[in-house]
Structures are given as structure tokens and as C-alpha cells.
């Protein structure tokens, strides 16, 4: 978000001193941050607050500084805009066009993306009036992100909770990011396998999936329909993609016979096990004090499969090499029906489970990108960069 201009609005409900937290995590990200208060939202949280987060004025009415224009000044700078939260008051008036104070204002004003996020108590969520009013804003393009079941102020549960932190962050990134991806299917394999010889012990490898979630969360915000067929791993996927778990070799292969076949790209991130058990156990295997050997028979290959039924998928692999990269990734590009294919040196482990690595892309004849050595999101961006561009090519 390094430099993205964000316009704030931050209405009078409990979860205001939520949108404080919010402006310290887009500020740490690098956002520029302009805030709008509603008189209601100022008895909740203070204009104070916003303005040391912000490093900059926080507006709260029309006439602070007239002579300026603040309404249309702030829409005009900003990329993006979220309403966090929006009370039923706000969502009504947003609806309605009322326009009877600054953030009302701008917002009429406002031609740029808009996200508004309502937080309230749930029997006024549920009522049809806000229910209306909040279709009304979805069909003229505003983004709904949708509250959540929960803690409510009231110390009842119920649907009206402030959407997470995360989701929040998710819209805004994909309101500041171009629709590049729009309209396009895109399928991603990423994770280890799991492969059981009984009921408590497998055989797995180091991959925690973290590249292959990085390209969906970039592809989802740049207007992709994501699936993500991804295998045991602890890291959340992104709220938005589409996610297919699975835990052994054949099972993925079966989900990205289902999801990834017809894609406009796909991209096979995952460490699949190249080997399974040849025996599987009922019982948990009992020690006996002497040595053991398991005995191994081949997995299909996901990828292969795939490139056997590329059709007009753009289909992008990974090496994971210890030597002699590009002659062996080469090979695999052709050997596996792939456009693309991109090399991380894995001696020594670097690139398993760490934030960062380094990625070469390979394609066609002889085409060579290096993608250089960064964090795991930004490497997918550059990896996406470089996918669009042979798309258009
Ligand atoms: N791959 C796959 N199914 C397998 C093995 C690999 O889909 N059973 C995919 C990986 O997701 C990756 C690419 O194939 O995109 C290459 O994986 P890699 O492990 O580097 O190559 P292998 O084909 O397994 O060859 P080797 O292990 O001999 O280097």
C-alpha cells in the first residue's frame, strides 16, 4: 500500500475505536490516510486519535476550513474510500443521496472505489430498511463488506459484528489494485501432501504453502475468480478465494482435475510427494525394537496431468532445483506441456517455509526473467507481472 491515497470515513458506533486500529495498520503499510469523523462517531473515539496515527488533519464538518472545499479536495486525492463502520443512520443517508455533513458530502462527491462496512446491532442489520438501503449501495457499486456473527456491544451474539481487520484490509487492497485480472479464472496448487502409512504418521516435506497463497491473494485482488487447491498447511488462505483442501497427491489431482481444467491460468505452486507409502495401516504400527522400512510406489503428477489437458489454460509450474537449474526446469517445461516455469534454488532449504525467496521464470524457447530475491508477496506480484504479460503477448 506504499503511498496509496485512502480516505476514511469513521461513523458514531461502538466499533469506531475499530477503525483506529485499522488507520495504524494501513499507515504501518505505508498508506496515506485522510480521516472523516462523524459528530457521533467524535463522542466514541477522538479526532485526537486519528490525527497522531495519521500524522495528519482529521476532518470532522464542513466548515473547518471552507475556503479549501474539503469535500471534494478529499475525494479528488484519494484512490479509495471505506466507511468504517456504518452505522444504519449512514448507510440510510448514503443511500438516500443525503448529503447534511462532511463525510455524507464527500462521498456523494466521490468518484472512486467506495467500501462501506457496517457495524451494528442485528436486529437493526436485519431490519428491511437497512437491508434495503444496503442492496441499493451494492447495486450502484458499492463494495458491502458483509458484518459477521458474533460478540455484540449489547452482550448478545448475533450477525452485526464489524468484519475482521483482515477482510477489511483485503477490499481496500483490491479497490487500490487494477482490475487486470478481471474476468479470469485462475487455479493455484500450493502446500505440501500428506502421505499416511497409518492412521497417525505420514510422510510430508517443509512447503507451508505460503507462495502459493501469496499468488492467490494477488490474483484475487487484481479481479480474478481464485481457487486455491491447497494441502495441510496451518497458514490461513485469503478470505475471498475459493479454497479446495486436500491432503494426499491423488486428492489433489482429483480437485485440479474438477477446478483447474479450463482455467485461464494456472499455476501449480504445491510440493506435491513425489513417493507414497506402497502399505497402508489400519492400526497404528507397533514398535518392535527393530529397524523398519516402508517401501514407496509412485504419485500421479498433478501438473503433468494438467498439461496433458491444457487446452487454453496458461500453465505456469515451479522447479524446486539444487543444481543445474535451468537445464532441469527447461526439461520439466517441456516434459510437463507447461508456458512457463518458475526456478527457486532450494539448497540448503531456503525457500521452504521462510518469508522470502528468489524465483527465475523460464519460458518458451529461451526467455529468462529474473524475478529477484524478495518477500513471498512480492514475488508473487512480479510473478503475476510476468504471467500477464505473456497472457497478452
Ligand atoms: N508436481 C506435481 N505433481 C507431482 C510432482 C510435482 O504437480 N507429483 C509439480 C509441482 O507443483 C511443480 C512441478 O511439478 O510445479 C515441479 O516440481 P518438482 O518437484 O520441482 O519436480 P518433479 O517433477 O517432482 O521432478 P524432480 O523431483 O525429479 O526434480
Avoid: C
Wanted: no cysteine; charged share 25%.
Amino acid at each position: 500500500m506504499n503511498g496509496a491515497r485512502v480516505l476514511l470515513g469513521v461513523s458514531g458506533g461502538i466499533a469506531a475505536y475499530k477503525a483506529a486500529a485499522l488507520t495504524s495498520t494501513l499507515v504501518q503499510r505505508g498508506a496515506i490516510v485522510d480521516v472523516i469523523m462523524t459528530a457521533a462517531a467524535e463522542r466514541f473515539v477522538a479526532p485526537l486519535t486519528f490525527a497522531s496515527l495519521t500524522a495528519r488533519p482529521v476532518y470532522t464538518a464542513l466548515w473547518d476550513a471552507p475556503e479549501r472545499i474539503p469535500h471534494i479536495r478529499l475525494v479528488r486525492e484519494a484512490q479509495a474510500a471505506m466507511v468504517v463502520p456504518a452505522t444504519a443512520h449512514v448507510v440510510a443517508k448514503l443511500a438516500l443521496g443525503i448529503a447534511d455533513d462532511l463525510l455524507t458530502t464527500a462521498l456523494l462527491a466521490a468518484r472512486i472505489p467506495i467500501a462501506i462496512a457496517p457495524a451494528m446491532n442485528d436486529a437493526m442489520f436485519e431490519h428491511p430498511a437497512t437491508q434495503a438501503h444496503l442492496a441499493t449501495l451494492r447495486e450502484r457499486g458499492y463494495e458491502i463488506i458483509e458484518p459477521e456473527e458474533g460478540y455484540l456491544a449489547e452482550g448478545e451474539r448475533g450477525v452485526g459484528r464489524l468484519a475482521s481487520e483482515e477482510r477489511l484490509i483485503e477490499s481496500l487492497a483490491r479497490m487500490l489494485s487494477p482490475q487486470t485480472l478481471a474476468g479470469r479464472r485462475v487455479a493455484i496448487t500450493a502446500g505440501p501432501t500428506r502421505e499416511a502409512f497409518d492412521p497417525v504418521r505420514f510422510v510430508s516435506n517443509a512447503s507451508t504453502g505460503a507462495t502459493g497463497i501469496a499468488l492467490a491473494r494477488e490474483a484475487m485482488r487484481r479481479g480474478a475468480d481464485v481457487t486455491l487447491i491447497l494441502g495441510p498447511t496451518l497458514l490461513v488462505p485469503p478470505p475471498g478465494v475459493r479454497t479446495v483442501r486436500v491432503n494426499t497427491a491423488a486428492e489433489m489431482l482429483d480437485a485440479v482435475l474438477k477446478h483447474a481444467v479450463g482455467a485461464d491460468i494456472a499455476i501449480a505452486s504445491a510440493a506435491v510427494a513425489d513417493w507414497r507409502p506402497a502399505q497402508h495401516s489400519e492400526e497404528k504400527m507397533k514398535k518392535s525394537g527393530d529397524a523398519m522400512s516402508l517401501s514407496f510406489e509412485p504419485n500421479p503428477d498433478v501438473l503433468a496431468a494438467l498439461g496433458e489437458r491444457k487446452g487454453k489454460t496458461l500453465l505456469v509450474g515451479f522447479a524446486a532445483e539444487t543444481g543445474d537449474h535451468d537445464r532441469n526446469a527447461r526439461e520439466k517445461l517441456r516434459r510437463k506441456h507447461l508456458d512457463a516455469i518458475a526456478v527457486n534454488d532450494v539448497r540448503g532449504g531456503a525457500g521452504f517455509g521462510t518469508g522470502e525467496n528468489a524465483l527465475v521464470l523460464l519460458w518458451g524457447e529461451d526467455g529468462r526473467t529474473d524475478l529477484g530475491r524478495a518477500d513471498k508477496e512480492t514475488l508473487a506480484a512480479r510473478l503475476l507481472d510476468a504471467i500477464e504479460g505473456m497472457k497478452r503477448a
